[in-house]
């Protein structure tokens, strides 16, 4: 079991590709707690006197100004964080429910197992971003909302991964043993199935990130996310399409930052499944 | 068409049927589980007013003869009335906005399967080449670049700094208004399309009826379009639903910052004013036409691979 991470790290290490990507994820992460206590401006003061303000340092705001004269560097960073953490947040709902969910169905087998994943099959099949601005509709705009929604879309297919995970396992000798041992099968799943499945979950888990990112900046674009004052990715990048003919600065941080964020969330999850990926060496 | 053909194709419409009315009889549900109705932002109506105007609605009428009434109305087409736009139906928003979202969808959709194909071939084709290495750049990238950040950039670039396109709008018969909205729609789906045909054309290609083809000294054209393409296209067949819904769900994005009037934008109004009508009209079309996609791919797919057609 050691010999795989260890290998996995020795591989992730030697790919220049991986390390900058997770070097660029860390460094913004560090950035964006660091950063607003150290800079004396905060998201949410506004400076009358500057208001909307090219990036530089003589009037003390370095990426300049909002329309509302609020500090870019700080709010970019605090949205940063924001749509950082509900994107650990969101995957680590969905990486729960669709390991637990997978790896029951997949240990079940038979009706059980056919009714489940019908059920992820009807889901997968609907436009569930529709819903979730449904659920926006009715039950108003918060952040927990935000986090429910966003990873009830997120588990589906990680339950479909650890299912298939689990079946093709679960006749193994080792899982064979502990039902003979007379081990319960709650104790089975988590004891012996999920943690043999957890190679596959790691990598698909590394790739949910972005996308539960992606998706709370898309309803924040929309103004359906986070609400004013405070910013995410997503209302910094609709706030900055709004100014981009007057003021392209306020459009061009957050979206870059953005885009070259998921950029790296996606290569590192590319590179660390071929690192662990052990059929195609 | 077979009969065997007919048969599977029904069998599938029988089960999208209760999906559909199970989407809708939960929508409604939910719309009327919510805290609050629909009047609540009205400055403290008097009760009177209040009751007058939720029996105009038929608000006061048990939930179930609601849904009744709802059912039925869908039934002819009807989504009822607009809670916030008083003077039209939800219908008539509809019928308003839907031509313009199916146009630009319709594009969408058809210049990434062109594309992304033809791109995907080549890739395949040209192994560790030049067109090769773009072809998965770019594939990482349109995956990866959301489109409300590509939109504004290429509004940016090609409207405000050069000029060659109008920042947005819409006036119909005007191709210059749909060039960046399309473009960045068709983006996602095409780099995907693109991955997905190379992968399984790499896979066609190296299969013993190829070789025999090209032994035979068949040219490469007629080798990739009369054999290769077809079995080739079967996981780009599966990834069609996904790929009209990922072009609807960036049509809410494209339609909001260009100004299209298409049902995306309706729904991202409606919901920001919590207009339950509007929002739950617009969920039911999205879902009957990515059902419905879903049927056509069905379709699809028995014509691909004729192996399908016979198991049941």
Known sequence: MSGIWSDTARRLKSSPLALAAAGFIVAVALVSIVGPLVDSNRFDTLDWSNIAVAPGAQHGHWLGTDRLGRDLFVRTLDGTRISLLIGLIATSVSLVVGVAYGAVAGFAGGNIDRWMMRVVEILSGLPLVFFVILLTVMFGRGVLLLLISIGSIGWLTMARIVRGQTLSIRRREFIEAAIAGGASSGR???KHVIPNVIGPVIVYATLTVPQMILFESFLSFLGLGIQEPHASLGTLIADGAAEMEAAPWILLTPGVLLAVLL?????????LRDALDTEER | MGMRTIRYFLGRLGGAVPTLLAIITISFFLMRLAPGGPFDAEQSLPPDAMANLEAVYGLDQPLWIQYGRYLGALAHGDFGPSYRYRDVTVTELIGQGLPVSATIGAIAIA????????????????????????????????????????????????AIHLHWLPVAGWEPGSAADLVLPVAVLCLPPLAYIARLTRASMIEVLRSPYIRTAFAKGMPLGTVILRHAMRPALVPVAGYLVPAVAAIMTGSLVVESISGLPGIGRYLVQGALNRDYTLVLGMVIVYSTFLIGMGLLVDLLYAWLDPRIRFQS
Do not use: R
């Open chain 1, 188 to 190: 089975i799943i988590f």
């Open chain 1, 263 to 271: 950029l790296s969330f996606n290569i590192f999850g590319d590179c």
């Open chain 2, 111 to 158: 210049i990434a399967l062109c594309v992304g194909v033809a791109l995907g071939t080549l890739a395949a084709l040209h192994q560790d080449s030049m067109i090769d290495y773009a072809t998965m750049a770019l594939a990482v990238a349109g995956v990866a670049i959301p489109s409300f950040v590509l939109l504004p950039f290429l509004g940016l670039v090609f």
